[in-house]
């Protein structure tokens, strides 16, 4: 089987050559012959044959593939990494028919869930800054993670114990001393 990754890869180039025809060729063929239960994948070539269709103004086609995407977006999970990026663009398509609460609604939706990802790159940061031994990046991503702790007034404690654990492994009393009575307000 063709590895739908890279052929989705080459649709995107003819896409961004406005060489549609040939674009919207290979997202049929990735439609025919992809799982619709991975429903990432999926959805992602519907979002990019709808953005043709819609800049074809073929405006039919490009709801018909719309309804498809809102019926599928239900099944991702919430923890997926690209979910913020899917209501991105969902909420792109809705700003193209002029829905602009439903654009709203998604653009605020992936804002939210972008944010709650951040935690997921501090936390990988942690990592190679502490096997770097690189401080002053990590009083950073201290700064940053109770930057980010205070406007949302929640975040994943692990970050904050893995913090407090690494500011305890080098000794710097002061900085665990800030992270906890932090963690007192938000946690």
């Known amino acids: 089987m063709l590895n739908s990754y890279l052929i989705g890869q080459k649709a995107v180039c ?32 519907l979002i990019n044959a709808t953005e043709i269709y819609i800049e074809l103004k073929e405006y039919d086609k490009s709801k018909q ?13 919430e923890e997926n990494k690209y979910l913020a990026g899917l209501y991105f663009e969902l909420g792109k398509i809705f700003k193209c028919f002029k829905y602009f609460n439903k654009s709203e609604k998604c653009l605020l939706t992936s804002l939210s869930l972008a944010k709650k990802q951040a935690q997921y790159f501090f936390s990988e940061l942690i990592y190679i800054y502490t096997f770097t031994n690189n401080l002053q990046k990590i009083t950073n991503i201290k ?5 980010l702790i205070s406007k949302q007034e929640k975040t994943d404690n ?4 893995k913090l407090i654990d690494l500011y305890l492994k ?3 009393i002061e900085s665990t ?3 906890i009575s932090f963690g007192e307000k938000f946690i």
Do not use: A, P, W
Not at 65 to 77: E, V
Not at 143 to 147: F, M, T
Not at 158 to 161: F, M, N, T
């Open 14 to 45: 003819f896409q961004y050559l406005k060489e549609y025809q040939k674009s919207l060729d290979i997202y049929d063929r990735i439609l025919s012959c992809i799982d619709k239960k991975d429903y990432e994948k999926y959805i992602i070539t």
């Open 65 to 77: 593939y719309l309804n498809i995407i809102l019926n599928n977006m239900i099944n991702i999970n």
């Open 143 to 147: 700064n940053e993670v109770s930057i």
């Open 158 to 161: 692990k970050l904050i114990y």
């Open 177 to 179: 001393r800030e992270l």
């Open 170 to 172: 080098i000794g710097n």
